[in-house]
């Protein structure tokens, strides 16, 4: 199986600089893939690698273009209250420990030894 190689080119529509990727069969390492960004030889990767390195780069342009990145909670994550809860108090960090859903405050998040239901409001994450 040959591969072709790929060109991705990613810029702020408004900005002069931007990234291109290059993308092409490593002609040095069976199985991996050589990535240049714009002249400079970034490196022979595995396929997840090249997926992180080019998701990084979109999410770089994404931000220069003033897209916001959020990422979504899940069960692990740590977080700090933004307000006064009963129980906890405004800055006061928890973990996540549940998520239901199906509820209203989906959220069971541990702080100390008190477990609490949140909504995605009353957190941010860590």
Do not use: N
Request: glycine share 6%; aromatic share 8%; hydrophobic share 40%.
């Amino acid at each position: 199986m040959s591969c072709k190689p790929v060109i991705v080119s990613m810029e702020v529509t408004d900005e002069a600089d931007g990234v291109v990727i290059v993308i092409q069969p490593s002609k040095r390492e069976a199985g991996k893939i050589s990535v240049w960004l714009k002249d400079y030889k970034f490196g022979d990767l595995s396929m997840d690698e090249v997926v992180r390195f080019v998701a990084e780069q979109l999410t770089t342009i994404l931000k220069r273009a003033g897209y916001e990145t959020k990422k979504t909670p899940k069960v692990g994550d740590t977080v700090i209250f933004k307000h006064d809860m009963p129980d906890v108090s405004a800055g006061a960090k928890g973990i996540i420990v549940d998520i239901e859903p199906d509820r209203p405050y989906a959220y069971l998040i541990r702080v100390g030894d008190v477990e609490v239901f949140a909504r995605l409001e009353d957190f941010e994450l860590a």
